[in-house]
């Protein structure tokens, strides 16, 4: 009897080292995870924000131009962007009714979307802001304006008058 006891001790003692060594190893690959998921979101956002800093080099200059207000998109990066587009421009503090067209008396006549907008080049649109009634009027002393684009790995960009960075938006 006593090597029945002994044996039914080995037996549990077995048992109990096998759950600790068994938790022990759950732990250690918990932990193991938790430091792979810190250093995946680590390099997302290292990613982030170096795709902020690169949409940051396309720019929007604003300036009157002959009764037109002339939108210059610089593309500063290394690498083309796509789809750029400018979406609105008015006067600042405009009335909603206000509107804009694309200046058609220059030649070549000027499109506000580009589908590609190569690394250190520029595109130019000329527009006449127009008021309530479809009138053109004067150039304004201050425009807000909003530009989309598409950057070489997919991401879609806005950027406006805002002085922030541009940001990422959903595909259209």
């Not at 009897?1 to 109990?16: E, I, K, R």
């Not at 425009?143 to 990422?168: I, M, Q």
Request: hydrophobic content about 40%.
């Amino acid at each position: 009897m006593a090597t029945s006891w002994w044996m039914f001790g080995l037996g549990v003692a077995t048992g109990v080292l096998g759950t600790g060594v068994s938790g022990a190893s759950y732990i250690l690959a918990l932990k193991k995870d938790r430091r792979e998921l810190a250093d995946k979101l680590k390099q997302e956002q290292a990613q982030q924000r170096r795709d902020v800093a690169e949409a940051s080099l396309v720019t929007v200059t604003v300036r009157g131009s002959g009764g037109s207000v002339d939108v210059k998109i610089t593309n500063n990066s290394d690498r083309a962007v796509l789809r750029v587009e400018l979406l609105d421009i008015r006067r600042e503090g405009a009335d909603p009714a206000e509107t804009w067209t694309v200046n058609q008396n220059m030649v070549p006549r000027p499109a506000p979307l580009r589908e590609v907008l190569k690394a250190h080049t520029d595109m130019h649109v000329p527009t006449w802001l127009l008021d309530a009634e479809g009138n053109r009027m004067p150039v304004p002393q201050a425009v807000e304006y909003t530009v989309r684009f598409c950057d070489t790995s997919g991401r879609w960009w806005l950027r406006d008058a805002s002085d922030g960075p541009p940001r990422p938006i959903q595909a259209p």
